[in-house]
Structure formats: structure tokens, C-alpha cells
């Protein structure tokens, strides 16, 4: 089955490093882009940046450069996001997605929850 | 890089039809022909309806369309049914090393 396979849901508190991980399966994880998505609660999808696992290609949004960091382990088809230090407003569910040919997100992960309070 | 504008809310009865609006600028939605719309239920994940401006996906109903004109792309869903309601999120991609633009998400309900 082709899927992305999310991390479980963590709790932190401010000041905390935490990476969070999304395995592709049933398809060529080094050969589609993946992207990041963060939704706060109750708001909107917000574009975090994507990263191409075949060469760790990173592209990020200018609303997240230097506050997260999206890397990727093509070994074992599994791609990440990081934060070394966690603030209450990263709060938020995340989502990682594969990058079609063309430019659409045509399988998502079912999200990873991440609460940071002290 | 601004997020493409969509409204806030949008209603319809069931049977009847409903568009939702995308606008973005002459450097993403009007450049290229990549955008895509996506449904999200509460607490699910979203899920692709339309991607290069008009395609659907296998298994997406056929009352689901999209459409471009200049730098305003547009979802347009026919027959409104119950299950139809949910938010629905625009983007485009933008040519540049940040990829790709988001819209802030349109809560369709349905009466």
C-alpha cells in the first residue's frame, strides 16, 4: 500500500528539541518531493517547506527558514522536521505530503500532533 | 510571499451548486497552470480533489470542478450533498525557491 506513515504525537515543553519523522512506503520514496504542513488549532494549512529525498534537496518557506529544520534518510525512506528549540506557539498538528509530478500533494500522512507547555 | 485569498465561509442547500474562489498574482496562480484544491474534513487529513487547475483524481466525484481565469483559479462543486462539507484549501505553486503558496481555507457548509 503507498503510503506516509507519521510519528506519534508529542508532548514538550518550551525550550525542547524535538524531531518528528514521516515514512514513505509501497512507492519510490527517493523519487517524489516531500513537503511539510503545519496547521495551528482551528486555523488554516500553512506551507512549511519540501525536500527532495534523492538528494536532500530542501526548499523552506520564508515564514519558516532557520525555525525548523527538514531533512531526510533515504536509507530508510523516512523524511523529518526538527526544531532545537520549541516555543508554545509550535503547537500545531503536522502534516507531511508527497509531491506529485506536476505540483500537487497527491498522498498525505495523518498528521502529528505536537503540543509544547511548560 | 503572500497567501492566495479565499473566503472565509461560503453555503449552500443541498442540490445546489457552489464556487469557491482562489486569488492569487500574475507570479503564481497567473504563471502557471499548477493548482491544486484539497478538502479537509474535522480531524482528518486534507485530501487532493483537483490538481492542474481542472484534473481529478481517480475517485473524486465528477460534481467537483476547477477552473482559471487570469489570477483567480476556482472550485466549483455541483449537487451539493452533506459529506461536501468541509474546509477547502487553494494552492498554486509560485515558480520560486519557496515552491508554493497556500490559500487560508474556505468552510463550506451546507444547509
Known amino acids: 500500500e503507498v503510503q506516509l506513515v507519521q510519528s506519534g504525537a508529542e508532548v514538550k515543553k518550551p525550550g525542547e528539541s524535538l524531531k518528528i519523522s514521516c515514512k514513505g512506503s509501497?512507492?519510490?520514496?527517493?523519487?517524489?518531493?516531500i513537503g511539510w504542513v503545519r496547521q495551528m488549532p482551528g486555523k488554516g494549512l500553512d506551507w512549511m517547506g519540501i525536500i527532495y529525498p534523492g538528494d536532500s534537496d530542501t526548499r523552506y518557506s520564508p515564514s519558516f527558514q532557520g525555525q525548523v529544520t527538514i531533512s531526510a534518510d533515504k536509507s530508510i525512506s523516512t523524511a523529518y522536521l526538527q526544531w532545537s528549540s520549541l516555543k508554545a506557539s509550535d503547537t500545531a498538528m503536522y502534516y507531511c505530503?508527497?509531491?506529485?509530478?506536476?505540483?500537487?500533494?497527491?498522498?498525505w500522512g495523518r498528521g502529528t500532533l505536537v503540543t509544547v507547555s511548560s | 510571499q503572500s497567501a492566495l485569498t479565499q473566503p472565509a465561509s461560503v453555503s449552500g442547500s443541498p442540490g445546489q451548486s457552489i464556487t469557491i474562489s482562489c486569488t492569487g498574482t500574475s507570479s503564481d496562480i497567473g504563471a502557471y497552470n499548477y493548482v491544486s484544491w484539497y478538502q479537509q474534513h474535522p480531524g482528518k487529513a486534507p485530501q487532493l480533489m483537483i490538481y492542474d487547475v481542472s484534473n481529478r483524481p481517480s475517485g473524486v466525484s465528477n460534481r467537483l470542478s476547477g477552473s482559471k481565469s487570469g489570477n483567480t483559479a476556482s472550485l466549483t462543486i455541483s449537487g451539493l450533498q452533506a459529506e461536501d462539507e468541509a474546509d477547502y484549501y487553494c494552492?498554486?505553486?509560485?515558480?520560486?525557491?519557496?515552491?508554493?503558496?497556500f490559500g487560508g481555507g474556505t468552510k463550506l457548509t451546507v444547509l
Open positions: 509501497g512507492y519510490s520514496f527517493t523519487s517524489y518531493w
Open positions: 505530503a508527497r509531491r506529485a509530478v506536476g505540483w500537487y500533494f497527491d498522498l
Open positions: 494552492v498554486s505553486y509560485t515558480g520560486s525557491s519557496t515552491s508554493c503558496v
